[in-house]
């Protein structure tokens, strides 16, 4: 086997692609060969007020013009692979259906899902939780992964070959001050994907969660630096990861070099996790 990460004739889609994590995923996957299908609740060309009951996170984007999700389609096409943008709520089982449904139309398959749509904006101590929140995080974190994966399922299992990776965080192994929905949806989706490894083995479909630290996206910056500089301080190189190092384990998860790994936490965290000092 050649040691190189070649993904041609994969098709990809990944969800929540228009900036941060996703982006870099897209991009990446493409520059490996892939062609890629971005879905994002968020499509510059569909972007209305309507999005701003997302969360803080969703207006800020649309606002600032942080949305990329067609403009991250246009540079894949410029890579010389096929892309499409589609808007996609993952928490709407008929929208992420449609969504692989017209993947498959357009591309032919979906051999690989990459679980990258999330929120992360619901910040407060346990007794001040809000219910509504914490029931929209876990549609989205959780039951978006869920809904993603049954779509694919069939397709995948058709072609005896498919690669899921969901993305995790360090606060669903560690736990997070303020973060109690985030946390626990994030910890849900380990489960999730020891389960879809287990259960897809004898389909060809490996499952593996990346298990981000802290990360320089767009968020991290728009955080307070002081804590911004704290919380990287617990980190064994002292600063925050960058979007390419998720996305170049990704890449290599999706790939033949990673065919007998499956139902793996993979850690990409600059150590976070180890008793820093």
């Known amino acids: 086997m050649s ?7 994969r098709v990809a889609l990944v969800t929540g692609g ?7 995923d897209a991009l990446t996957l ?19 007020e309507e999005t701003d009951a997302y969360g803080p996170l969703a207006q800020v984007a649309r606002t600032q013009g942080l949305v990329g999700t067609e403009s991250a389609a246009e540079e894949i096409r410029a890579l010389g692979r096929r892309a499409l943008a589609v808007r996609c709520d993952v928490t709407d089982r008929a929208e992420v259906a449609a969504a692989v449904a017209r993947t498959v139309e357009e591309l032919g398959s979906v051999d690989i899902l990459i679980n990258n749509a999330g929120t992360l904006d619901h910040v407060g101590q346990f007794p001040d939780q809000q219910p509504a929140l914490w029931q929209r995080d876990l549609q989205v974190n959780l039951s978006g992964a869920f809904n993603c994966a ?9 072609r005896r070959w498919g690669r899921i990776v969901n993305m995790a965080s360090v606060a669903g192994t560690l736990g997070g001050f303020g973060q109690a929905s985030y946390s626990t ?12 490894a287990m259960e897809g083995g004898r389909h060809g479909i490996t499952a593996n969660a990346i298990v981000p630290g802290i990360i320089g996206t767009e968020a991290f910056h728009m955080a307070n630096a002081a804590m911004n500089e704290r919380i990287a301080g617990r980190t064994v190189f002292k600063r925050p990861g960058e979007p390419q190092d998720i996305a ?13 790994v499956t139902g793996i936490e993979l850690n990409v965290s600059g150590g976070v996790e180890l008793f820093v000092f």
Not at 3 to 9: A, P
Not at 185 to 196: C, I, M, Y
Not at 248 to 260: G, K, P, R, T
């Open 3 to 9: 040691i190189e990460i070649d993904l041609t004739g």
């Open 18 to 24: 228009s900036r941060g994590l996703g982006r870099a």
């Open 30 to 48: 493409a520059r490996a060969g892939a062609d890629v299908v971005i879905a994002d609740l968020l499509v510059e060309s569909e972007l209305s």
């Open 150 to 158: 049954q779509a694919v399922w069939p397709h995948m299992k058709e």
């Open 185 to 196: 949806t994030k910890a849900g989706l380990l489960g999730l994907t020891k389960t879809l």
């Open 248 to 260: 170049n384990a990704i890449a290599f998860l999706c790939s033949d070099l990673a065919s007998y």
